[in-house]
């Protein structure tokens, strides 16, 4: 498929804040051979971007493609290994270009934190994707690489040990600075506005397993407990975990995704797998710390379910294409642990760390080693096609990437 092919990767979207970003690391980490082309609406702004990247990108490509256009991304899709795509809301601009790669046998990798859109890929495109033998690869950022390569690494250190499957599994924010990206806002503006018009739409985005492939399978199904898994919403004191709880914003989306790749590798991680997402805090003032969070989030939520008080933090919020600036993108950083108990009792957990700001600066080597993965190493990725997850598209290759450009995402036994 590489050889005739004009590029091993293309990266649609290049000219908005996370594109650019994104650009700029594949110009200094992608091995000088590479063949890249820039995409997006603009010809113009395109080349912008390529003179910015200096002489590293001068023989790069430049692609022009709407997202609304079928023959132009369905021609996109047939001119790379791999295509990364930064273009959302992708329930807005998304699906023809994952639609394109699916039937082009071209793999693809974007950020989407968008439970629904990932559900009508899945329901649409698998069986296309697994017959061209194509990897379509959603959510290769903050949301959800290190929850899902977290518990990934949690599952290999305890299959190599020779313990039983994962029970109960947290995975809990410990610190993280950054800002919020626009891109992110308008996803999560684009599925409440949804959720809001249509009860059926809310009812599956609030179900545990709204990704799972059988769902009849599942463990909720399997050991009759319905009610185990409901995101957190309040404040708890977990006394095994030493910590106080507050919810994480993103767990709706990151946990779905975890449980897909449970499904999708056969429930390899143990049908009493059960999994959350938190924020954790810890020392005297943790409790004060977790109502804070817990307030806030509630407060934003209900701000953004109707439309007067969501015009109103459409003031305050920062628009797609928009971002912080270089020292703070460079001043971020998050640190989690994830932490398991196996079915024997055994207890282990996983430390997943980067620098940089979350959704931005970790978030392009995110992207980009997922792209440089799917274009460059197949033939050390899972064996398997159709729409996936990090996990089980690109599975440890990814992990050893991203350990290589300095994140840390090693397990242990406790």
């Known amino acids: ?56 990108a001068d023989a790069w490509g430049v692609i022009t493609a709407d997202a609304a256009d079928a023959d132009a991304v369905g021609a996109l899709a047939a001119q790379g290994t791999a295509i990364a795509t930064t273009v959302g809301p992708y329930s807005s601009y998304g699906f023809p270009l994952a639609a394109a790669c699916a039937d082009a046998g071209t793999h693809y990798a974007d950020l989407t934190g968008e439970v629904l859109f990932m559900r009508r890929t899945a329901d649409e495109l698998h069986a296309r994707a697994a017959a061209s033998g194509a990897r379509i690869v959603h959510a290769c950022g903050f949301d959800s690489i290190p929850s899902d390569l977290g518990v990934l690494v949690l599952h290999d250190q305890v299959t190599r040990d020779g313990a039983d499957g994962l029970t109960d599994t947290t995975f809990a924010v410990t610190a993280v600075r950054g800002g919020v990206s626009g891109g992110t806002v308008a996803s999560m503006r684009t599925q409440i506005a949804e959720m809001a018009e249509n009860p059926a739409v809310a009812g599956v985005v609030n179900d545990a397993y709204a990704l799972s492939p059988a769902r009849d399978k599942e463990p909720d199904v399997v050991n009759n407990d319905w009610a185990s898994e409901r995101d957190l919403r309040g404040v708890v004191r977990d006394a095994d975990l030493d910590m106080w709880l507050a919810p994480f914003v993103m767990a709706a989306t990151n946990t779905r995704v975890v449980r897909r790749s449970n499904a ?84 282990y957990v996983a430390d997943v760390a980067a620098q940089g700001d979350p959704g931005y600066a970790a978030t392009a080597v995110m992207l980009g080693e997922s792209v440089l993965a799917l274009a460059l190493d197949t033939d050390k990725l899972p064996p398997r096609a159709g729409v996936l997850t990090p996990a089980t598209g690109i599975g440890m290759r990814l992990v050893e990437r991203l350990r290589a450009q300095g994140f840390t995402l090693d397990a242990r036994r406790r």
């Open 1 to 56: 498929m590489a050889a005739a092919r004009p590029f091993d990767i293309v990266l649609y979207g290049a000219t908005g804040f996370v594109g650019r970003l994104t650009a700029d690391y594949l110009a200094r980490k992608a091995p000088v051979d590479t063949r890249i082309a820039l995409a997006g609406r603009s010809e113009p702004k395109l080349e912008r971007v390529r003179a910015e990247l200096g002489p590293r």
């Open 264 to 347: 999708l590798l056969d429930w390899a991680y143990g049908h009493r797998f059960r999994y959350r997402e938190v924020m954790g805090f810890r020392g005297p003032t943790a409790p004060l710390a977790a109502a804070a969070v817990a307030g806030g989030l509630a407060a934003f939520a209900g701000a953004m379910a109707f439309p007067a008080t969501r015009s109103l933090l459409d003031r305050v919020l920062p628009e797609p294409g928009e971002g912080p600036s270089e020292r703070t993108r460079e001043n971020g950083m998050f640190r989690i642990e994830v932490s398991t108990r196996t079915s024997s009792g055994a207890r």
